[in-house]
């Protein structure tokens, strides 16, 4: 059976050891390795996170051959310039040792290694364009608007941008909401498919079963009948922390019983924001916790409602949260601020959280009756609801017919 399998090589810049390795790389290689293809994967894994053994093999036995390096963290610019050396010559190698005939490229660094090496090779060119990768430099504060060296970065990025779209072969891209600019920049009929941040839903449910509501609201300090607001994931620049604080504190004056509980790897980053902006007293309302990937379900497991607020910058047209359709999985329903990707179209339709107006006033009535809807919307709804569009099981029939398509496309 081996023999007749095709080799497609899976580029990545992200570590698969890395928390969004782990929700957002891996399910995927697995959905791709259910289709006729060997699937080669080359990662960036960083130091402390050099536990190989026990994923190589995890990998081996669904099908997927891991080729990885170690992503350099010193030197700023001039490791990344290593570093993309490193990922040419390392996919050069496979490339030609493997036989690839499809290159999957994550983001844009990836791409443009795909790019150069499709003047020389013969393959098909996915371009998994994950989100305004050029953008969101200056969104994160990666780059600087007032540095030339930046600047010219940012004018060098965008030609190849172009470049690399219109040397594709497939374009997926995770919202609708970003197809028109996609369309608009490439300008040529290259087939384009929307594949949102899926989860694996069964993998939730299983989890959310081992843990009673009940009995990890105890574990935490908290009692059967506090609702709990929840949020996961990371703090940086994006995410607009003191104003989700700020509206639990709007709420907090009309639900006494309402605790606000952070499941985050930045413990220290978030407890700089709370004690500049806030009076110390607000830790006997709010608990934060560090969670593994094993664990993350159940912390979970406590959120009556899960939250976040995010910059709505142009980049943000482009962007699908993991945690909202973590949430989804686990039947939790979910509020965001308006104009963040294809969310709200996702909950409106849907009607699995609420979104909130966060420009013209956080503290509306208009705001605290969002807030009183998604308490009564029951979990098992939402599970339901949302399972058949966001489900793992979805991205693996778009990966089948993008590689099928590919395949029987070949020259």
């Given at each position: 059976m081996k023999a007749n399998k095709k080799n497609s090589l899976y580029l990545s810049y992200d570590?698969?050891?890395?928390?969004?390795?782990?929700?957002?790389?891996?399910?995927?290689?697995?959905?791709?390795?259910?289709?006729?293809?060997?699937?080669?994967?080359?990662?960036?894994?960083?130091?402390?996170?050099?536990?190989?053994?026990?994923?190589?093999?995890?990998?081996?036995?669904?099908?997927?051959?891991?080729?990885?390096?170690?992503?350099?963290?010193?030197f700023g610019k001039i490791g990344k310039i290593f570093d993309l050396l490193k990922m040419f010559?390392?996919?050069?190698?496979?490339?030609?040792?493997?036989?690839?005939?499809?290159?999957?490229?994550?983001?844009?660094?990836?791409?443009?290694?795909?790019?150069?090496?499709?003047?020389?090779?013969?393959?098909?060119?996915?371009?998994?364009?994950?989100?305004?990768?050029?953008?969101e430099r200056f969104d994160y504060k990666i780059w600087k608007k007032n540095n030339l060296l930046?600047?010219?970065?940012?004018?060098?990025?965008?030609?190849?941008?172009?470049?690399?779209?219109?040397?594709?072969?497939?374009?997926?891209?995770?919202?609708?909401?970003?197809?028109?600019?996609?369309?608009?920049?490439?300008?040529?009929?290259?087939?384009?498919?929307?594949?949102?941040?899926?989860?694996?839903?069964?993998?939730?449910?299983?989890?959310?079963?081992?843990?009673?509501?009940?009995?990890?609201?105890?574990?935490?300090?908290?009692?059967?009948?506090?609702?709990?607001?929840?949020?996961?994931?990371?703090?940086?620049?994006?995410?607009?922390?003191?104003?989700?604080?700020?509206?639990?504190?709007?709420?907090?004056?009309?639900?006494?019983?309402?605790?606000?509980?952070?499941?985050?790897?930045?413990?220290?980053?978030?407890?700089?924001?709370?004690?500049?902006?806030?009076?110390?007293?607000?830790?006997?309302?709010?608990?934060?916790?560090?969670?593994?990937?094993?664990?993350?379900?159940?912390?979970?497991?406590?959120?009556?409602?899960?939250?976040?607020?995010?910059?709505?910058?142009?980049?943000?047209?482009?962007?699908?949260?993991?945690?909202?359709?973590?949430?989804?999985?686990?039947?939790?329903?979910?509020?965001?601020?308006?104009?963040?990707?294809?969310?709200?179209?996702?909950?409106?339709?849907?009607?699995?959280?609420?979104?909130?107006?966060?420009?013209?006033?956080?503290?509306?009535?208009?705001?605290?009756?969002?807030?009183?809807?998604?308490?009564?919307?029951?979990?098992?709804?939402?599970?339901?609801?949302?399972?058949?569009?966001?489900?793992?099981?979805?991205?693996?029939?778009?990966?089948?017919?993008?590689?099928?398509?590919?395949?029987?496309?070949?020259?």
């Open positions: 570590g698969l050891l890395d928390p969004l390795g782990q929700s957002q790389i891996i399910p995927y290689l697995k959905c791709i390795s259910k289709n006729d293809y060997i699937v080669n994967v080359l990662s960036f894994e960083k130091k402390y996170n050099l536990k190989i053994k026990k994923l190589k093999l995890y990998l081996n036995k669904n099908n997927i051959k891991w080729h990885y390096t170690l992503f350099t963290s010193s010559f390392l996919t050069l190698s496979l490339l030609k040792k493997k036989k690839i005939q499809i290159i999957h490229c994550r983001s844009h660094i990836p791409a443009l290694i795909g790019y150069i090496l499709k003047k020389f090779f013969k393959f098909k060119l996915i371009f998994d364009f994950r989100g305004l990768w050029i953008e930046d600047f010219f970065l940012f004018k060098i990025f965008k030609i190849l941008e172009v470049k690399i779209l219109r040397s594709s072969d497939y374009i997926i891209c995770l919202t609708n909401s970003v197809k028109p600019y996609i369309k608009k920049t490439m300008k040529k009929n290259i087939p384009i498919k929307v594949i949102p941040c899926c989860s694996d839903f069964n993998f939730f449910q299983r989890e959310k079963k081992k843990y009673s509501k009940k009995l990890v609201k105890k574990k935490l300090k908290l009692k059967k009948k506090d609702l709990v607001l929840g949020y996961c994931g990371s703090i940086n620049e994006i995410y607009l922390i003191k104003e989700m604080i700020l509206f639990f504190l709007f709420l907090k004056k009309k639900y006494n019983n309402l605790f606000f509980v952070f499941i985050t790897p930045h413990q220290q980053e978030l407890k700089k924001i709370i004690d500049n902006s806030f009076n110390k007293n607000i830790y006997n309302n709010i608990k934060i916790y560090k969670s593994n990937r094993e664990k993350i379900s159940m912390y979970l497991s406590c959120f009556d409602i899960a939250i976040s607020f995010i910059k709505n910058k142009f980049s943000r047209i482009a962007m699908s949260p993991t945690k909202m359709f973590e949430s989804f999985a686990m039947g939790i329903p979910f509020i965001c601020n308006s104009g963040i990707g294809d969310v709200d179209e996702i909950i409106k339709k849907n009607k699995c959280g609420g979104i909130v107006n966060i420009k013209k006033n956080l503290y509306s009535k208009e705001n605290i009756n969002v807030f009183k809807k998604c308490i009564r919307i029951q979990s098992n709804f939402v599970t339901k609801r949302t399972m058949q569009l966001f489900d793992i099981s979805f991205a693996e029939k778009k990966y089948k017919y993008i590689y099928n398509f590919l395949q029987n496309d070949r020259k």
